[in-house]
């Protein structure tokens, strides 16, 4: 019983993938799925299909969304981001994350994204840009094993490994190919040390990703 969707999209999950599929499933109806125009709050009551990485923010502003994302692993969705954001820092980008000035930025990332709002201000000033992706998409900071508990209680929340059970929930036509939405991490070039310090920097998030592995509901 929804009149709208809204993809709340984690940086490396799948997103694009996703949104391709749904903008082209969404065809002729009012859709925002961007990071390359500013976000119109006053405008979003009138889309039918938002995504994006806007954390909690596009809620408010929308007609009875049905609210739905994905999870992933998260160390491997932290190595994932270091690689594809590469070519955003001067230095290498895993280190960056890890160690620079802005790292604590991107703890806990997945749970910081259900929990919290982006600060539009600063995003549609910058959209896509190594200051969007050094400040982690302008995402609050709060983090709360109990506010990601409630988020997946209330939403739809589904691990990658189970995305393909997505058509069926939202009622769209099946995905047609998925052969690189489930490839293996690849860990190659990650020292022992940085991957024990990704560990430590995503602890919550592993908890909050073991307990939506659990707690399906949908």
């Known amino acids: 019983n929804y009149s709208s969707i809204y993809h709340l999209h984690i940086p490396r999950t799948a997103g694009v993938f996703l949104r391709n599929h749904l903008l082209q499933e969404f065809q002729g109806k009012e859709s925002f799925a961007t990071h390359y125009d500013p ?11 938002v995504g994006g990485h806007f954390g909690t923010s596009p809620i408010s502003h929308m007609d009875n969304p049905l609210v739905f994302t994905i999870l992933r692993n998260p160390i491997d969705r932290f190595i994932s981001y270091a690689k594809y954001t590469r070519s955003f820092f001067q230095k290498d980008s895993m280190d960056e994350l890890i ?10 990332t997945q749970t910081k994204f259900i929990t919290n709002n982006i600060d539009i201000d600063k995003y549609n000033t910058n959209l896509v840009s190594p200051e969007t992706i050094q400040n982690n998409w302008f995402i609050g900071q709060k983090e709360s094993f109990d506010l990601a ?8 929340v589904v691990t990658l490994e189970d995305m393909d059970k997505l058509p069926d929930i939202l009622g769209i ?8 939405v489930n490839e293996t991490r690849n860990l190659s070039g990650v020292t022992k040390e940085q991957y024990d310090k990704i560990v430590s ?4 998030d592993l908890e909050v990703y073991q307990y939506a592995k659990t707690k399906k509901n949908y």
């Open 173 to 180: 036509e099946k995905f047609k190919n998925m052969s690189k």
């Open 201 to 204: 920097m995503n602890e919550l």
């Open 149 to 156: 508990k409630d988020f997946i209680d209330n939403n739809v």
């Open 99 to 108: 160690y620079g000035e802005c790292s604590s930025l991107h703890e806990n």
């Open 39 to 49: 976000i119109d709050k006053n405008s979003l009551i009138a889309k039918y299909y």
